[in-house]
């Protein structure tokens, strides 16, 4: 069965900081221009693909 997980594409994304902000997990880490998620810290409630305005964070499953 293939994990799901959320990716954040640093090309796209334009460091608004929304995403940091409502992540319950602290999964988001954004450092000048690159963005991240962790995935070990993920708890996949979606909040930061509902939030983001530009659509940025995906889901892999
Ligand atoms: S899905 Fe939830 S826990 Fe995972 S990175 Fe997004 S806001 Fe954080
Ligand atoms: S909310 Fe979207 S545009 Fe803003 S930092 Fe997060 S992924 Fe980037």
Not at 5 to 19: H, L
Not at 21 to 43: G, Q
Not at 44 to 61: A, D, F, K, R, T
């Amino acid at each position: 069965m293939a994990e799901t997980t959320i990716t954040i594409d640093s090309e796209r994304c334009d460091f608004c900081g929304t995403c940091v902000a409502v992540c319950p997990a602290d999964a988001i880490e954004l450092k000048e221009s690159t963005i991240r998620v962790d995935k070990e810290a993920c708890t996949l409630c979606y909040h930061c693909v509902n939030i983001c305005p530009l659509g940025v964070p995906e889901v892999h499953s």
